[in-house]
């Protein structure tokens, strides 16, 4: 089990891209962290449609997670959609 300090950490690092996402009409949101330390992320307003998306998964929102959080071995956006 994942614990929270763990998913804090994960939340700390999307307030610190939070703001660039906003200023284009985006968010991102924590979803889960599975037991291989992927953290699944759902984007949100432009981001989810933009077609610059996954770049702005890999090169902004990955990154910045990983950094912060050394335990994550990648970040995926998830489509919450499709489960529904």
Sequence with gaps: MIDKELYQKIE???????PYLEADGGDVTL???TEDYVAKV???GSCSTCSMSMMTMK???EETVKRAVKEIKSV???DLSVNA
């Design 42 to 44: 759902k984007l949100h």
């Design 31 to 33: 979803v889960e962290v």
């Design 59 to 61: 090169a902004g929102v």
């Design 12 to 18: 700390d690092a999307l307030k610190q891209i939070r």
């Design 76 to 78: 995926e956006a998830i």
